[in-house]
């Protein structure tokens, strides 16, 4: 199964050979960087800008940096924590195939899920603005603030993985998928 598993999908077939040769955690780093320049540049020049305002108002230094500093704790706190957290699932899924095929099911559906959301928010927000529509489902729908999303959606990360855990550990999936291959060979 672990075999069958790795020849799998159409990205891997792409990047499958570069993806195997990450053997190390110190080779993730430049993957790492080109994550960070992606998403969080948009919010360091943000961040800068609001900066370089307060500078320009006449404020001390040691005000300026109280947002850089600010952001630099939050970031390093809620990146150590999504890390801790991460390598406790990665560490399950990862010491048994059937594991991983739960894992990643669970994840797929849950990402379908989130950008089926936020696609659908977004796509009825525009259509409503640009078509004009003024009915009671759309003028709903637009008006919805994709803050408050984000925190539906981090409900629904944590009810997913609570039922996912209890259906693992209810279903005995583990033990019903082991004892099927003990039967077929």
């Known amino acids: 199964m672990e075999k069958h598993l790795a020849n799998r999908g159409f990205m891997n077939r792409i990047l499958g050979r570069l993806t195997r040769s990450i053997t190390r955690p110190g080779q993730m780093y430049p993957v790492g960087v080109l994550f960070g320049l992606g998403f969080d540049t948009a919010t360091e020049v943000a961040l800068m800008v609001m900066a370089g305002s307060g500078a320009a108002a006449g404020l001390p230094w040691y005000a300026i940096l109280c947002l850089p500093l600010l952001f630099a704790a939050g970031m390093s706190l809620f990146d150590t924590l999504d890390g801790c957290f991460m390598n406790f699932a990665y560490h399950w899924a990862f010491s048994n195939p059937v594991r991983k095929v739960y894992y990643n099911l669970t994840i797929t559906g849950l990402s379908i899920a989130v950008a089926f959301i936020i696609g659908t928010i ?59 291959t003990a039967t077929a060979d």
């Open 122 to 180: 977004e796509l009825v927000s525009v259509l409503h603005d640009n078509l004009g529509l003024q009915d009671g489902i759309t003028n709903w729908i637009s008006g919805i603030d994709l803050d408050n999303v984000g925190y539906i959606i981090v409900g629904l990360f944590v009810v997913v993985w609570a039922c996912a855990i209890a259906y693992w550990r209810l279903a005995n999936v583990e033990h019903r998928w082991n004892a099927k």
